[in-house]
């Protein structure tokens, strides 16, 4: 089975209610974009307004994938079934592999201001599906910048131009740069053949090889866009761009649960009915 994308896809985001009530923007996981492998799930979540926030992410599982929390703007609180407690202030970021099982909630740490940032959730191979948990959590002084006369690339996980994130992901190799554009300038790059990778323009927006590329809009590159000449449009330009292996497995998803098969999707559920879903206290490194 072969899923790399051949023919690029422009995906406009779906407003929706997250969680407790938060309105997230989504592009994949929705019917436009069901997965896009090895990525599952793609939210961003903007708004000035509290009671588009406040409500946060109680309580709710995760197995069977790595979810990655980028945040832009505000404070969001971390807590799990293991004791780890995280904090996530602007521009800092957070990769949780939930693996064999993981319980937590994201709570907003203010209640009024800016909330911003991504939520991204990345699917595991079977091998690694019930691996143990790991947490990982840094501050936004912890990633790296490459600036250059037209462009600004901050380095979230992965590398760029021989400078290297501390969120590394040895098993579906993700790429994820936050990269700004001046108004007019161009931003070239070389995305691998190998990899399934994305935009998503969260300010402004630009061509991306002679294509309109609206804001709130994914992109995922097919095979005559992996070289990448993104120009900004007059007032700059603001996007991430996300790339990764694709894991060539069969999927079967229920909610919070992404497994390769019906029976570990019930066995995902009755081991969460059963309080028998957390199996080992997460690894932690980074604060």
Do not use: C
């Not at 936050?178 to 927006?205: M, P």
């Amino acid at each position: 089975m072969n899923t790399l994308t051949t023919t690029t896809r422009f995906v406009p985001a779906l407003a929706l209610a997250e969680g407790a009530g938060v309105r997230v923007h989504r592009t994949i996981g929705t019917p436009l974009l069901r997965n896009y492998d090895p990525f599952m799930m793609l939210d961003y979540f903007s708004s000035d307004n509290p009671d588009d926030y406040i409500a946060g992410f109680p309580s709710h599982p995760h197995r069977g994938f790595n979810t990655f929390t980028y945040m832009i703007d505000g404070y969001m609180e971390h807590r799990d079934s293991m004791d780890n407690t995280g904090n996530l202030g602007p521009g800092s970021a957070q990769w949780m592999k939930a693996a064999s099982g993981i319980i937590h909630s994201e709570m907003p740490k203010q209640e009024a201001g800016l909330m911003r940032g991504f939520q991204l959730w990345i699917n595991l191979p079977a091998a690694n599906k019930m691996d143990d948990p790991e947490y990982q959590e840094y501050p936004a002084d912890a990633f790296p910048q490459v600036e250059s006369e037209g462009y600004r690339v901050k380095v979230v996980i992965g590398e760029y131009a021989n400078t290297t994130s501390p969120i590394v992901d040895e098993i579906t190799k993700v790429s994820y740069f936050d990269i700004e554009v001046k108004g007019g300038q161009h931003f070239q790059y070389q995305s691998l053949a190998t990899h399934n990778s994305f935009l998503y323009i969260f300010e402004g927006s630009g061509q991306l090889n002679g294509k309109s590329a609206p804001e709130h809009t994914l992109i995922a590159l097919g095979d005559a866009d992996k070289t990448i000449d993104f120009v900004a449009d007059d007032n700059g330009v603001r996007f991430v761009f996300v790339s990764g292996q694709p894991i060539n497995e069969s999927i079967v998803q229920y909610g919070p649960f992404v497994m390769n098969s019906r029976d570990e999707i019930d066995q995902a559920m009755s081991d969460y009915q059963s309080n028998n879903f957390v199996r080992k206290r997460a690894w932690i490194k980074g604060r």
